[in-house]
């Protein structure tokens, strides 16, 4: 197994200050997109400290298998399942526990999506609107559904495309770490194919740019993962820009 990965992020059009993040763990084979919230910069502060509490917690785990763990594990998961729900769920409360202790940052929150590779199987985790796509043989494919006030009304109701597009409250989120003491992680587990790529994005981009034009971007950038992340942001920049764009790319080659 080798994985190819690229990443960037980019303030926007409309905003004064990014409070996206992403973090590329290669040695863990992890990478991870942060969708902050929250007035006074502590929205960015909220996204860096999830990446860097995943990052931390795959690191201890890695060199010390006997560390205790935070919360129990989940029968029903897998022992790399229950690792990386851990970590998001360590990231919660962390970011939880900093909002209650710090009034400048009450309130703030991060969304998260994540995938992780092992030797077999790819884990793609997430909270939130920020999400995973797949580009397989030429085929683009949502792995994710967002936990927000719009999808909830979608699967409730039958929308029609014009009222999904005026709807009053699409930037809702009904999900989010730092929100609660507790957070449920959504886990889709798949054995990628060889060639696949896996599309990890904060709603900056799929809120600018269609599926189809997403998949249009990834074809014509033909694998090259670093050209495929500044062109879909550059997409999402002149279609408005109108919040922080995060990318992050990764392929899976079966050597």
């Known amino acids: 197994m080798r994985i190819r990965y690229a990443g960037n992020t980019h303030v926007g059009m409309k905003r004064d200050h ?5 973090f590329l763990y290669a040695d863990q084979n992890v990478y991870i997109v942060a969708d902050g919230m929250g ?7 909220a996204s ?8 931390k917690f795959f690191k201890e785990t890695e060199e010390d298998e006997e560390i205790t763990w935070p919360f ?3 029968k029903d998961r897998k022992y790399q ?3 990386l729900c851990t970590s998001i769920k360590l990231a919660n409360l962390n ?17 998260i999506v994540v995938c992780f590779y092992t030797d077999k199987h790819i884990y793609i985790a997430h909270v939130g ?5 797949r580009l397989r043989n030429g085929e683009l494919v949502q792995m994710t559904e967002d936990h927000s006030l719009l999808n909830d009304y979608i699967k409730m109701k039958d929308l029609t495309p014009e ?10 989120i009904v999900r989010a770490l730092g929100m609660k003491e507790t957070v449920r992680v959504d886990i889709t587990v798949e054995e990628p194919e060889d060639g696949d790529i896996y599309l990890l994005c904060s709603d900056g981009l799929n809120g600018m740019i269609t599926d189809p034009d997403m998949r249009e971007i990834l074809l014509e950038c033909n694998d090259d993962l670093e050209l495929a992340c500044n062109r879909l942001i550059q997409k999402a920049n002149e279609n408005g820009g109108t919040d922080n764009v995060t990318v992050v790319l990764s392929q899976y080659l079966d050597d």
């Open 18 to 22: 990014n409070e996206d993040s992403l």
């Open 39 to 45: 007035g006074h910069a502590s929205g960015e502060v």
């Open 48 to 55: 860096q400290m999830a990446v860097e509490t995943l990052a």
């Open 72 to 74: 129990k594990m989940d």
């Open 81 to 83: 399942e229950n690792r």
């Open 95 to 111: 970011i939880y526990e900093a909002a209650l202790n710090n009034a400048k940052q009450k309130g703030m929150g991060t969304t």
């Open 129 to 133: 609107d920020s999400r995973a796509y």
């Open 163 to 172: 009222e999904i597009e005026n709807f009053p409250h699409k930037n809702v």
